[in-house]
């Protein structure tokens, strides 16, 4: 079971900064990626960054040049972290960080934190 801690939501103004954390604890699992989506109210969740295991990295066209994800490995977990500059209102919204992968190649899942509220407002 891969268990999904996520920090470094918060209030933050128009053009301001965060940085959202997350730790997976992985065990036996092999990620396939890693990434952080997003849920504003009344909307269906987006991807915002992923990265999979050849380091190659996608972002929603909205945060590119705003947003930087990274990862790296401990020795039974992952850590994923993403820097949000120029904050706008529309990216107020839940985090959440997301892992794909498998314990064996016929056993592919997908494991979710509880997510972290973002919300940018002056």
């Known amino acids: 079971q891969v268990q999904l801690v996520e920090s470094g939501g918060g209030l933050v103004q128009p053009g301001g900064s965060l940085t959202l954390s997350c730790t997976a604890s992985?065990?036996?699992?092999?990620?396939?990626?890693v990434g952080w989506y997003r849920q504003a109210p009344a909307t269906q969740r987006e991807m915002v960054a992923r990265?999979?295991?050849?380091?190659?990295?996608?972002?929603l066209d909205s945060v590119k040049g705003r947003f930087t994800v990274s990862r790296g490995y401990g020795l039974t977990a992952v850590y994923l972290q993403m820097k949000m500059d120029s904050l706008k209102s529309e990216d107020t919204a839940v985090y959440y960080c997301n892992v794909y992968g498998y314990v064996t190649l016929n056993d592919r899942r997908e494991y979710w934190g509880k997510g972290t509220q973002v919300t940018v407002s002056s």
């Open positions: 990265i999979d295991r050849e380091e190659n990295i996608d972002y």
């Open positions: 992985l065990g036996d699992f092999t990620v396939v990626h």
